[in-house]
């Protein structure tokens, strides 16, 4: 899993652009979907992911983030199983089920509030994500259950899109 994304803070303003804005602010969903891309063995480019994003509603899809069930309806595009929920008390069998998971969420910092995609895996160790945190210097571990790590994170509005390789 090499080429991985880690944090998109660290990627710099004029590389790899999503609509008018820098990836460093709003390319956390296409980032989400290219790691999940590189945990299930596949070699994308970020440029190939972005454009399919931006493709999907101009200028507005790369402005303002990605809309949560654009992962999803990517990997359904390309005939990529995918369970998708929102219900918290599923999240660990299903993902413990799939060979790769994107978790959309809403987080809250005393006044600032904003949502943020990551690719996650399930692992012997538990589950494993990628470009989690401002400051991730690599993958971040979230435990051995996907509900109570939100829960002790008080993420909200949570989704989960489950994919499986296709046969």
């Given at each position: 899993m090499d080429k991985m994304i880690?944090?998109?803070r660290d990627i710099p303003?004029?590389?790899?652009r999503y609509g008018f804005r820098s990836s460093a602010v709003t390319g956390c969903g296409w980032i989400a979907v290219y790691n999940a891309l590189r945990i299930m063995g596949y070699k994308p480019t970020p440029a190939m992911v972005i454009k399919?994003?931006?493709q999907q509603i101009p200028?507005?899809?790369g402005n303002t983030g990605t809309f949560v069930l654009s992962p999803?309806?990517?990997?359904k595009r390309f005939n990529f199983p995918v369970n998708v929920t929102a219900n918290t008390k599923k999240f660990d069998d299903i993902a413990q089920r799939s060979d790769a998971c994107i978790l959309?969420?809403?987080w809250r910092n005393k006044a600032k509030i904003g949502a943020?995609?990551?690719a996650l895996h399930h692992t012997e160790k538990g589950f494993v994500g990628y470009n989690t945190y401002r400051n991730s210097k690599g993958p971040d571990s979230?435990?051995?259950?996907?509900q109570q790590f939100i829960k002790n994170r008080k993420y909200f509005g949570a989704v989960l899109i489950g994919i499986n390789n296709r046969e």
């Open positions: 880690y944090c998109q303003k004029d590389k790899w399919y994003f931006e200028l507005l899809n999803a309806m990517f990997f959309y969420f809403w943020h995609f990551v979230y435990g051995k259950s996907l």
